[in-house]
């Protein structure tokens, strides 16, 4: 059978690895911008700020254009120029929001070309409302855990996040991360009595060994910007697998726009627009799998619907997650240098319990390394020659 699949992102590719897999045949539709190639993929963080002809083009943008300025809503966190081609194109989709920020992506890879690849699969609880149960997609965590390589252990997290087959020891914990753990472990038994506060290491998506071509992490400190050697996985690993199999076509600069059923219902095929203008594309579907994301999904579908009856389905909500960032200060740490080449996400994960699972509170540590760091520094009520000197201080202790 054919398959077309929309989208490139993570579910996209996954999907269409496995039914290629079971012998189907895949045409991929994708806007799929392309990410540039790395620079120096072997420098660390700080050799590159000294061989880079201009790093600070590299880091802040010919324009400047990935400085944080001051204001209100301001980010601790910006894109780097690199990554900013993730979001590129997609403002027309987030024109108008109340309440939430979306991000939409028009990438090869789609977001998780900027993600932090945390990977963490549901209980059962959280699961309640889905029409199958952890113990039925187990065997696809697992699957997808062999794919794409996954660091975690089975610790006090185990009940929030379980520990299933193909997970690869976990990465060298950095010097905080490291400190942090140790304190929670000799007052763990009265943080979770009087709390429900769990902590453990966390569920990462990067290499902790050489894997299907893949290297290990080698603690070049360069996450954020994008990993250089591929350790940090992407879905552009699994497209590549994909490409592998002569039944796989890729057809990139495409947008689908709608598709058109049949009386029966059946979908017949699909219209899309070439992303950089001209005439329409209309593809043959036998079998069509929106995997554009989440509101790019909902676009295609809704158009498609409007189109066939006249009337637009109210949407009666999305399932979104809401995140807080809380900057805190590790005074062990206030003094002590920052290490650059170490891993720059999360390390840690922690946990507090409630009694209904969907009120269960997920936090991830990230220290602070090689971050922007002028968005923290521009902050603090001081002159910008004291605000540097004082963040230098406890540059190695800052963590969200
Ligand atoms: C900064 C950041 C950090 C994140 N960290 C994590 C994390 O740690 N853990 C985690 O689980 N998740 C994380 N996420 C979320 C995660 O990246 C997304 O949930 C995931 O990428 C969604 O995958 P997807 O395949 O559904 O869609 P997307 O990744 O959105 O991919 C969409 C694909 O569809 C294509 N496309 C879109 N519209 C069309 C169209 N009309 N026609 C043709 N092609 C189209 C795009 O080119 C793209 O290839 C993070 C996201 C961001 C932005
Ligand atoms: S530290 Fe980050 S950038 Fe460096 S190899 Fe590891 S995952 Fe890649």
């Known amino acids: 059978m054919k398959v077309v699949v929309v989208g490139s992102g993570a579910s996209g590719v996954h999907f269409a690895l496995s039914a290629l897999e079971r012998?189907?045949?895949?045409?991929m539709?994708?806007?799929g911008r392309e990410r540039s190639e790395?620079?120096?993929p072997d420098d660390t963080f700080e050799e590159l700020k000294r061989t880079l002809d201009d790093p600070v083009a590299h880091f802040l943008g010919r324009d400047f254009e990935a400085v944080t300025l001051p204001g209100p809503g301001g980010e601790y966190y910006g894109f780097p120029p690199n990554k900013r081609y993730v979001f590129e194109g997609t403002e027309a989709l987030r024109a108008s929001t109340r309440g939430f920020a979306p991000l939409v992506s028009f990438a090869q890879g789609g977001l998780c070309e900027a993600w932090t690849g945390g990977v963490f699969p549901f209980t059962n609880g959280e699961l309640a409302e889905f029409p199958f149960s952890y113990e039925e997609i187990l065997p696809r965590y697992e699957l997808v855990a062999e794919r794409i390589g996954i660091c975690g252990v089975e610790d006090d997290l185990a009940p929030w996040f379980p520990a299933h087959r193909h997970l690869l020891p976990p990465l060298d914990i950095d010097e905080h991360s490291g400190r942090l753990l140790a304190r929670y472990r000799g007052c763990r038994e009265r943080l979770l009595r009087e709390l429900g506060f769990r902590m453990g290491r966390s569920r990462i998506a990067t290499l902790s060994r050489d894997s299907g071509g893949r290297k290990a992490c080698g603690y070049l400190g360069r996450c954020l910007t994008g990993c250089p050697?591929?350790?940090l996985y992407t879905p552009l690993d699994t497209l590549?697998?994909?490409r592998e199999h002569s039944r796989f076509t890729y057809r990139g600069g495409l947008r689908a726009r709608h598709f058109e059923a049949d009386a029966d219902g059946r979908i017949e095929r699909l219209t899309c627009d070439p992303?950089?203008?001209?005439?329409s594309v209309i593809v043959p579907v036998e079998r069509l799998v929106l995997a554009a994301g989440t509101l790019a999904t909902g676009k295609v579908f809704l158009e498609s619907w409007y189109r066939r009856t006249g009337e637009m389905p109210p949407l009666t909500g999305l399932m979104d997650n809401r995140q807080i960032l809380m900057p805190f200060l590790n005074l062990s740490m206030v003094g002590r240098p920052h290490d650059p080449n170490s891993y720059q996400y999360h390390q840690l994960a922690?946990?507090?319990e409630a009694e209904d699972p969907l009120e269960y509170v997920h936090g991830l540590?990230?220290?602070?390394?090689?971050?922007s760091i002028h968005p923290i520094v521009q902050s603090l009520p001081f002159d910008l020659r004291t605000s540097l000197n004082v963040f230098r201080s406890v540059h190695a202790s800052a963590r969200l």
């Open 350 to 352: 922690i946990g507090l």
């Open 229 to 231: 050697t591929d350790s």
């Open 240 to 242: 590549r697998r994909c």
């Open 29 to 31: 539709i994708d806007v």
């Open 38 to 40: 790395p620079v120096r």
């Open 275 to 279: 992303a950089d203008g001209g005439e």
């Open 365 to 371: 540590v990230t220290t602070l390394k090689t971050a």
């Open 23 to 27: 012998g189907h045949t895949v045409e």
